[in-house]
């Protein structure tokens, strides 16, 4: 079935410092792929998206591209800021049934 | 634009209490999703409503577990009994669009503690 892994956290870094966060996802057929944000005591937003393989989603500064190939979609970030801090999942969304998966989560510190 | 609302923000019951969650979507999106979210993990999906009608309820434990959405608007999540596993936070998401474009909009969810 379909799944998405993603490194396990917490992350933590010094603000302005460059963020990567991997995401890999097995998966039948051609998934749509996200990140998505929880920041402390609100709910999950949509960070960014991309619908095809070499799409580029980006969103506040963050990037990530769907590489077929290598089935990632890592998230990346030049510099981050204090306010970033926060849970960030990874997604997939298979178009044949209209569900999305979740990956764990990964949390993210910035240190001012 | 009203976001997704959803009520209570937390909840404390013991073991075999029942408990009720209420969630409004944002006016005009037709999907309505349930999902549960367990410390430490991603959100599970619950149930999924087009409309009033249920399209996906396949991981809802509806032996304690139900799920309506009356006039195809709010929606209410029941637990009846509830067991210790089910402390998580319960988020209700919609969408205006089906067919697996995604773009589920989340509320701020439930937390409910069961002690």
């Known amino acids: 079935g379909n799944s998405v892994t993603q490194m396990e956290g917490p992350v933590t870094l010094s603000e302005e410092a460059f963020l990567t966060i991997n995401c890999t996802y097995t998966?039948?057929?051609?998934?749509?792929l996200f990140w998505y944000v929880q920041y402390p005591g609100e709910g999950l937003q949509l960070l960014l998206k991309a619908t095809k393989a070499d799409d580029k989603g980006s969103n506040k500064g963050f990037e990530a591209t769907y590489r077929k190939e290598t089935t990632s979609f890592h998230l990346e970030k030049g510099s981050v800021q204090v306010s970033d801090s926060a849970v960030y999942f990874c997604?997939?969304?298979?178009?044949?049934?209209?569900?999305?998966?979740f990956g764990k989560g990964t949390r993210l510190h910035i240190l001012p | 634009e009203a976001g997704v609302a959803q009520s209570p923000r937390y909840k404390i019951i013991e073991k075999r209490q029942s408990v009720a969650f209420w969630c409004n979507p944002i006016?005009?999106?037709?999907?309505l999703y349930w999902y549960q979210q367990i410390l430490g993990q991603g959100p599970k999906l619950l149930i999924q409503f087009q409309n009033n009608g249920v399209v996906d309820d396949s991981q809802l434990p509806k032996d304690r577990f139900s799920a309506e959405r009356l006039k195809g608007v709010d929606s209410t999540l029941k637990i009846q009994p509830a067991k210790l596993e089910d402390s998580a936070v319960y988020l209700c998401a919609s969408s205006l669009l089906g067919g697996g474009k995604g773009e589920q909009y989340f509320g701020p969810g439930t937390r409910l503690t069961v002690t």
């Open positions: 997604a997939l969304s298979d178009r044949r049934d209209d569900k999305i998966i």
């Open positions: 006016s005009g999106h037709a999907t």
């Open positions: 998966a039948t057929g051609y998934p749509s």
